[in-house]
T-cell receptor
Framework: GNSVTQMEGPVTLSEEAFLTINCTYT??????LFWYVQYPGEGLQLLLK?????DKGSNKGFEATYRKETTSFHLEKGSVQVSDSAVYFC???????????FGKGTKLSVIP | KAGVTQTPRYLIKTRGQQVTLSCSPI?????VSWYQQTPGQGLQFLFE???????NKGNFPGRFSGRQFSNSRSEMNVSTLELGDSALYLC???????????????FGEGSRLTVL
């Protein structure tokens, strides 16, 4: 079956540091890949997505590239801010399905 | 445009009781999915409804059930509650297309259930 593995947290960074959150997946075929973010006290919201190999998703300074050869979709940001403190979830979706398979989430704390 | 609304936001039950959670999707969204979020298991898919029909179901026991009404509002029910059912239950709606959509789900803030 499908599965998503992402690095365990929590991750604590100083403001303006570089962020990488690793995500790898197991799936048949060519799933779509997503990063969702959950800010404190809020529901999950889509951060970025990529639907085919070598696609790069980007939003709010975050980027992730769909790497078919390494089955990875690592999230990066060049300079984090305190407002980026949240829990980040990597997820995949098979074509023709509405079901998302999520990783367990990585909690990021950014300190001034 | 109003977001996904879940009620109640918090509730406490005791073992053996049952609970019903409600979800109102974004206007125009006809599909609703439910997820259980726990610290140990993360986010796990419960079920998905479209036009009052359950299209997909996750690996949960029969104590977990749901339904969708003609106005797209959805409810989920958990009977004979167990301590392990304590979790944040998230509802998500999404616009629907024939190919499984874009995958963007719009989540509510969740209903936090505590079972004592």
């Amino acid at each position: 079956g499908n599965s998503v593995t992402q690095m365990e947290g929590p991750v604590t960074l100083s403001e303006e540091a570089f962020l990488t959150i690793n995500c790898t997946y197991t799936a048949t075929g060519y799933p779509s890949l997503f990063w969702y973010v959950q800010y404190p006290g809020e529901g999950l919201q889509l951060l970025l997505k990529a639907t085919k190999a070598d696609d790069k998703g980007s939003n709010k300074g975050f980027e992730a590239t769909y790497r078919k050869e390494t089955t990875s979709f690592h999230l990066e940001k060049g300079s984090v801010q305190v407002s980026d403190s949240a829990v980040y979830f990597c997820a995949l979706k098979q074509a023709g399905s509405y079901q998302l398979t999520f990783g367990k989430g990585t909690k990021l704390s950014v300190i001034p | 445009k109003a977001g996904v609304t879940q009620t109640p936001r918090y509730l406490i039950k005791t073992r053996g009781q049952q609970v019903t959670l409600s979800c109102s999707p974004i206007s125009g969204h006809r599909s609703v999915s439910w997820y259980q979020q726990t610290p140990g298991q993360g986010l796990q898919f419960l079920f998905e409804y479209f036009s009052e029909t359950q299209r997909n179901k996750g690996n949960f026991p029969g104590r977990f059930s749901g339904r969708q009404f003609s106005n797209s509002r959805s409810e989920m029910n958990v009977s004979t509650l167990e301590l392990g059912d304590s979790a944040l239950y998230l509802c998500a709606s999404h616009p629907t297309s024939g190919s499984g959509g874009t995958g963007e789900l719009f989540f509510g803030e969740g209903s936090r259930l505590t079972v004592l």
